[in-house]
């Protein structure tokens, strides 16, 4: 693993804070907390593939 995963978590993090935030200060707080999940759910598939390469090594090491 390497610090590119960790470069575009916090990228994704920083565009959805200042989109948030932006949304926030126009009145649309319904749009801004959509945004907000769709954030979440996108770093959160970005970590699924991560796992399932982390299982699969960890099955090769102990020989499952």
């Known amino acids: 693993m390497d610090i590119n995963i ?3 978590i916090a ?3 920083v565009l ?3 989109a948030s935030a932006i949304l926030n200060k126009s009145g ?7 945004v907000t999940v ?6 959160m598939l ?6 399932g390469t982390l299982f ?3 099955q090769s ?4």
């Open 28 to 34: 649309r707080d319904e749009q801004a907390m959509m």
């Open 38 to 43: 769709a954030g979440i759910l996108v770093v």
């Open 16 to 18: 959805v804070s200042v």
């Open 61 to 64: 090491v102990f020989g499952f």
């Open 56 to 58: 699969d090594t960890v």
């Open 11 to 13: 990228g994704v993090g």
């Open 6 to 8: 960790i470069l575009k």
């Open 46 to 51: 970005m970590l699924v593939d991560e796992m």
